[in-house]
């Protein structure tokens, strides 16, 4: 693990440190997406996944909120492959490389995957924590937004049972 990983909120930076060690490109977005399979099936949470490749993680409400209507948190796999000129980097095989420079944490030579890597990040912390009291929860992880989105446009009607507008609440 690198340094961020010792960033506030911790589990967030953990999470968003070990989506920057796997590959995961737009159109290469598998290692990604089966890392957090594993996770989420040795975490005891249910997994779905479509035709497209999306994958959709479930978890019950807490203890005292099962009646609460459910909460979908949404976020996409792939990230933007640039890298500097003078970078010898390969999106498909090579881990991005993020660290501390002063207040601003940034990867070495190449984009940081912040977007969506943060997000999804964020998304799995949630999952992981046992101190957040929730209804049903739903994440919703996308495939191919940032050249297509090929994950988005696939999502089946109905996959879906949480809560999908503001309006909502």
């Known amino acids: ?3 961020i990983s010792q960033l506030s909120p911790q589990p967030v930076w953990q999470f ?5 060690s796997i590959p995961h490109p737009s159109k290469h977005e598998e290692a990604l997406a089966q890392y ?3 996770w989420a099936t040795n975490e005891g949470l249910a997994i779905k996944r479509d035709d497209v490749g999306n994958v ?13 209507k459910g909460v979908v948190l949404q976020a996409h ?3 933007v492959p640039q890298k500097n ?5 390969d999106f498909a095989t090579d881990p991005i490389r993020p660290y501390i420079d002063g207040e601003w944490v ?15 990040a964020a998304c799995l912390a949630v999952l992981a924590s046992k101190d957040i009291e929730h209804g049903p929860l739903e994440v919703l992880l996308t495939i191919d937004e940032e050249a297509g989105m090929t994950g988005a446009f696939g999502l089946q009607e109905g996959w879906l049972v949480g809560r999908r507008h503001p309006a909502e609440y």
């Open 16 to 20: 968003f440190d070990k989506i920057c």
């Open 85 to 89: 000129e003078n970078t010898d980097h």
């Open 36 to 38: 957090i399979i594993d």
């Open 1 to 3: 693990m690198s340094e």
């Open 77 to 79: 796999i792939d990230m």
């Open 56 to 68: 959709i993680i479930k978890k019950p409400a807490t203890a005292g909120m099962e009646n609460r």
């Open 106 to 120: 940034t990867a070495d030579g190449t984009t940081l995957g912040a977007d969506n890597g943060m997000g999804m």
